[in-house]
């Protein structure tokens, strides 16, 4: 997911929530949150994952390295 689209996502779920009286601190900290922390444990499990498959499979499902 590129950095727009979550922007794009994010503006548009702050529209709603303003509209709907959720724009106090606390909601504001719990809606922004998940957005920083998931790719924190995303990305490592990715890793993990990648790495595991060569492993078990003695080397034959290797992973290809993509860009974005």
């Not at 922390?37 to 990715?46: A, G, I």
């Amino acid at each position: 997911m590129s950095i727009e689209m979550i922007a794009l996502f994010w503006y548009g779920h702050a529209g709603h929530a303003q509209r709907a009286g959720l724009d106090d601190t606390a909601s504001v900290l719990r809606r922004i949150v998940p957005v920083f922390l998931v790719p924190v444990f995303v990305y490592p499990l990715k890793v993990s994952v990648a790495s595991f498959f060569p492993l078990t499979s003695s080397g034959q499902l290797l992973p290809t390295m993509r860009s974005g």
